[in-house]
């Protein structure tokens, strides 16, 4: 299983919004809208922000949302903080195992 | 609250066996599926495995099939990771995460996320 394709970086200013991509195959991406995504700060463990391709935990910010279209799912972060500078990773379920995206660090210019 | 604080890392030759453990707290352990996620040095997360609430299922990465088994002890409440045949490659930062479903009253009910994850514990594999 390969690993879900993400932009290495983006970047972005304090208040303006952002979109990462996560383009996965008909395998996986495209045939489950089982699709979630962490944020993981340098040393920390990750911690999910999306799940379901647009659910979002109890506690986690109406600023960061989720969608999909087709076999890309994407994370949009509205009103860029500083604290979300970090890195990003996205995940899908297979139908029976699971797979990461290569992970995209975000940076707050 | 929920807490899962894994242990077991350390270094290992090629070829050599590790068995990590995770240390659940805060909720019923027995209702949930956990998983073993790994984060090579400065790189992405990979799953590595999962295992349902009473064992009953059990899947793996390929890139470990095989070597590494994964099993649970609900009265202990405790998630385990036996490596087996460990190769440079399994060098990764080896993180503890509850999901993959949740069983309770006879019924489950799927949930394709990782909700909470442990601090992990580093496994170094050289010789």
């Known amino acids: 299983q390969s690993a879900l394709t993400q932009p290495a970086s983006v970047s972005g200013s304090p208040g303006q919004s952002i979109t990462i991509s996560c383009t996965g195959t008909?395998?996986?991406?495209?045939?489950?809208?089982?699709v979630s995504w962490y944020q993981q700060h340098p040393g920390k463990a990750p911690k999910v922000i999306i799940y379901e391709v647009s659910k979002r935990p109890s506690g986690v910010s109406n600023r960061f949302s989720g969608s999909k279209s087709g076999n890309t799912a994407s994370l949009t972060i509205s009103g860029l903080q500083a604290e979300d500078e970090a890195d990003y990773y996205c995940c899908s379920y297979t139908g029976s195992t699971f797979v990461f995206g290569g992970g995209t660090k975000l940076t707050v210019l | 609250q929920v807490q899962l604080v894994e242990s077991g890392g350390g270094l290992v030759k090629p070829g050599g066996s590790l068995r990590l453990s995770c240390a659940a707290s805060g909720f019923t352990f027995s209702d949930y599926y956990m998983s073993w996620i790994r984060q090579a040095p400065g790189k992405g997360l990979e799953w590595v495995s999962y295992?349902?609430?009473?064992?009953?299922?059990?899947n793996y990465a390929d890139s470990v099939k095989g070597r590494f088994t994964i099993s649970r002890d609900n009265a202990k409440n405790s998630l385990y990771l036996q490596m087996n045949s460990l190769r440079a490659e399994d060098t990764a930062v080896y993180y503890c995460?509850?999901?993959?479903?949740?069983?309770?009253?006879?019924?489950?009910?799927?949930?394709?996320?990782?909700?909470?994850w442990g601090q992990g514990t580093l496994v170094t594999v050289s010789s």
């Open positions: 995460a509850r999901g993959g479903g949740y069983c309770s009253g006879g019924s489950c009910e799927m949930r394709y996320y990782f909700d909470y």
């Open positions: 295992i349902s609430s009473s064992s009953s299922y059990t």
């Open positions: 008909s395998s996986d991406v495209g045939s489950y809208n089982l």
